[in-house]
C-alpha cells in the first residue's frame, strides 16, 4: 500500500510534460465553461481550473507559495493588497490588444492607476432592492433602512465591509475612512438599526426577495438584475449619498512560470465574442465596450446593470485597509453579538 | 406506557425533521427557476446541464477516486496501527494512543493550513497527491479508534492457541483475529470514506493543479447562490446511496440468523 502512495505521489509530481499546462483559480461560478474548452482548442494549452469562494481563501493560498497559478481573478483591494505585498507581476499590455475594447470608465481605477497589473472582468454596484408593492415611497437615500415603518422587512448584507461601508456613507464618510470616530458612529448607527433587520443574509438574499419575503434588501447590481426578471415587483436604486463600485479583474502572480501563456488568456476572454458569452452567462456587467453592444437591448438599457456615470459619481471603489481591517472586524463582531 | 400510536407519530416527526431538507432539496432539483423564491414549472434540465458540465464531473470523480483510495489505505494503515499499539507497553501505549487523538480533536483548517505549509516546505505539488495524502492523514485515527476497542475485548489466549497448533504468526492472524475484529474495520472503513466525501477546508488548502472535490466545488459557488445543477447531483447521490442500502439490507436479511449475529 506504501508502494501505491509512492507511485501516486510520484506520478503527480512528474509535471514536467511537453503540453504546456496553464492554472487559472477563479469564483465558483464565474465563467462560461465552454470558453474553457474554446482557449485550449486554439491555443493547445491545457487549462487547470480551480475556484475559490472568497478573495481572503485566495490570496492565503497564493501568499503561502501552494497553488501555482498564473491567472487570478481577485476583486479590487485584493488587487490593491496584492500589489503592495509584491505579489503580482507586471501585464505586458502589448501582449494584449484586446485591452482595446475596455471602456475608458473602466481604466485608471483606484486599485491599479497605471493599469500594470490588472485586466477589469465584471463590475457593479452595491444598491437597494426593493420590492414596489410594499415600499410606495421612492427610494433616494440609504436612511429608509433605518425607518421604522419597515421593522423587520430589511435584509441586510453578513459582510462586513458593505454593511459598514453603506452605513458610513449615510453618514456622509468615506467608505475606507480610518477615522475611528467615524467607525463608532457607524457601529452606533448598526446596533440601533438591528431590531429592524430581518436578516443579515448571503446569497440567500435572492431566494428571499423573490419570494417576497422583505422589503427591502441591500444587495450586489449583478444579483439585482436577475432578481428583477424573476419577480417584476422587484426594483433597484443605487442612493444618492453614494455606494460602493467593486471590480472583478484578471492579474498574474509574481510566482507564475507561465506569464505569456497567461497574457494569451487574458487576451482571449477580451476578445469581443468570449467577453459576451461570458458576461451572458454570468449576469453581471461587463466593461467590454463590444460585448456591451450585443447585449440585449432590454438589459444593456437596464439601469440597474448599467448606471450612467452620474449615478455612480458617488461611488467608490474599496481600498486595502491592511492592517486598519482589525478594527472593521471588531466592530463587526460587536454589532453582530449586541 | 407510552401508546404505540403516539411512539410511531413521534418518530415519523423526528424522520420528518431530518429528511424535509433533503425532501425540499430534490423537489427543487425540478424546478424550472435558479432560485427558491418561485416555481416556475418542472424540468429536467438540470440533469441535463450536469452531465455536460465539465468543472461538476471533475469534482465528482477526484470526490469518489480519493475517497475509495484514501478510506482503503487509512483502514490498512489504521488496522495495523491498532494492533501495534495494542501490544504495546504501557507508557508507550499512552503517548501513542494521545498523538492519534490529536489529529481528531484539531479544527479542520489548523490541520488543512499545516498541512499546506508541509507541502509547500517538502517542495510536494499541490494536486492529486497531496489531496490523498492528506486524506489519509486524516482519516487514519478515526480507522485507529474504531478499530482498537474490539481489539481490547478480544480473548488474548485464542491467538496463542492457534500458535500453539502450529499455525505461523500470519496465519494466526488472517484466520483468528482478523474475522473477529471485521465488523469494526468496516465500520472504521465507513466512516473514513464519508469522512473523507464530507471534508471541505483540509482538501480547499491541500489540492490545487485542476483537482477539485464536490465540496470545494460547492462552496466556491457561494458568492453566485448554489446551482440547481447542484440539487440534481445531490438527488442522485442520495437515491444512489438509498438504492445500495436497500440492497446490502435485502441480502442480510436473506442469510442464515446464523451469519447475520457474526456481523455484528
Known sequence: ???????????????????????????????????????????????????FSTNEDMYVKIKSGGGNYDVLFPSDYTIKRMINEGMLAKVNMGNIPNYKYIADRFRNLAYDPDNEYSVPYMWGTVGILYNTTMVKEPVTSWKILWDEKYKKQILMLDSQRDSIGITLKMLGYSMNTRNPEELQAAKKALIQQKP??????????????????????????????????????????????????????????????????????????????????????????????????????????????????????????????????AEYDRIWTEVKAH | MVKPRLKWVYACLIYLFLYAPIIILIIYSFNDSRY???????????????????????????????????????????????????????????????????????????????????????????????????????????????????????????????LDLGATPFHAFQRVILPEIMPRIITGLLLAFTLSVDDFVISFFTTGSGVSTLSITIYSMARRGINPKINALSTLLFLTVLLLLIIVNKRMSSQSPQVRKNLR
Open chain 1, 196 to 325: 429592524l433587520v430581518l436578516a443579515y443574509v448571503g446569497d440567500d438574499v435572492k431566494d428571499k426577495m423573490i419570494a417576497g419575503e422583505a422589503a427591502l434588501a441591500v444587495v450586489w447590481s449583478g444579483d439585482a438584475v436577475f432578481m428583477q426578471w424573476e419577480n417584476e415587483d422587484l426594483a433597484y436604486a443605487v442612493p444618492e449619498e453614494g455606494s460602493n463600485l467593486w471590480f472583478d479583474a484578471m492579474v498574474i502572480p509574481a510566482t507564475s512560470k507561465h506569464q505569456k501563456e497567461a497574457e494569451l488568456f487574458i487576451n482571449f476572454m477580451c476578445d469581443p465574442k468570449i467577453a459576451f458569452m461570458n458576461t451572458d452567462y454570468i449576469g453581471y456587467s461587463t466593461p467590454h465596450i463590444e460585448a456591451y453592444k450585443m447585449l440585449d437591448p432590454e438589459l444593456a438599457n437596464d439601469k440597474t446593470a448599467y448606471p450612467d456615470e452620474a449615478d455612480v459619481a458617488n461611488c467608490e471603489v474599496f481600498e486595502d485597509l491592511s492592517d486598519y481591517l
Open chain 2, 36 to 162: 427558491r423564491g418561485s416555481w416556475n414549472g418542472f424540468t429536467l434540465k438540470w440533469y441535463q446541464q450536469l452531465f455536460q458540465d465539465r468543472q461538476i464531473m471533475s469534482a465528482l470523480y477526484y470526490t469518489l477516486v480519493v475517497a475509495v483510495l484514501s478510506s482503503i489505505i487509512a483502514t490498512v494503515l489504521g488496522t495495523a496501527g491498532a494492533i501495534g499499539i495494542h501490544n504495546m507497553k504501557k507508557i508507550k501505549k499512552t503517548m501513542a494512543m494521545n498523538l492519534t487523538y490529536l489529529p481528531v480533536v484539531n479544527p479542520d483548517i489548523v490541520t488543512g493550513l499545516a498541512l499546506m505549509i508541509l507541502f509547500i516546505f517538502a517542495h510536494v505539488q499541490l494536486g492529486f497527491g497531496s489531496l490523498l495524502l492528506a486524506h489519509i492523514t486524516f482519516n487514519t485515527p478515526y480507522v485507529i479508534l474504531s478499530v482498537l476497542p474490539k481489539l481490547k475485548q478480544l480473548d488474548k489466549n485464542l491467538y496463542e492457541a492457534a
Open chain 1, 1 to 51: 500500500m506504501l508502494l501505491l502512495v509512492l507511485a501516486v505521489l510520484a506520478l503527480s509530481s512528474c509535471g514536467k510534460k511537453d503540453q504546456v499546462v496553464l492554472s487559472v483559480y477563479n469564483w465558483g461560478d464565474y465563467i462560461d465553461e465552454s470558453v474553457i474548452s474554446l482557449f485550449e482548442k486554439e491555443y493547445g494549452i491545457k487549462v487547470n481550473y480551480d475556484t
